[in-house]
């Protein structure tokens, strides 16, 4: 079993920078692809973006030329840097990775808000 911790939300004005960062408990082996969610308060969760083992990236709509999702070693598999935020992109963000041909992991979440 593996836990995942996500750091680096809080609160930042609109237009600003934060860099999301996923821990994992014990280094992850074999994985398939790494993700970004989010879930603002009544609305249900979405991708926000995706990178898979090869480095193939995928990216919401609404994020793409702002939000850069990127990979990085067995312990801390994945980053996002976020940047130009916008009040719309508050949210608890979570980071997901998929073991291939095995089971997926998510974090507990780190609550990102955007507000003067």
């Known amino acids: 079993q593996v836990q995942l911790v996500e750091s680096g939300g809080g609160l930042v004005q609109p237009g600003g920078s934060l860099r999301l960062s996923c821990a994992a408990s014990?280094?992850?082996?074999?994985?398939?692809?790494m993700g970004w969610y989010r879930q603002a308060p009544g609305k249900q969760r979405e991708l926000v973006a995706a990178i898979t083992s090869g480095g193939n990236t995928n990216y919401a709509d609404s994020v793409k030329g702002r939000f850069t999702i990127s990979k990085n070693n067995a312990k801390n598999p994945v980053f996002l840097q976020m940047n130009s935020l916008k009040p719309e992109d508050a949210a608890v963000y979570y980071c997901?990775?998929?073991?291939?041909?095995?089971?997926?992991?998510w974090g507990q979440g780190t609550q990102v808000t955007v507000s003067s």
């Open positions: 997901n990775v998929q073991i291939r041909g095995g089971p997926t992991y």
């Open positions: 014990r280094s992850i082996f074999s994985i398939y692809s």
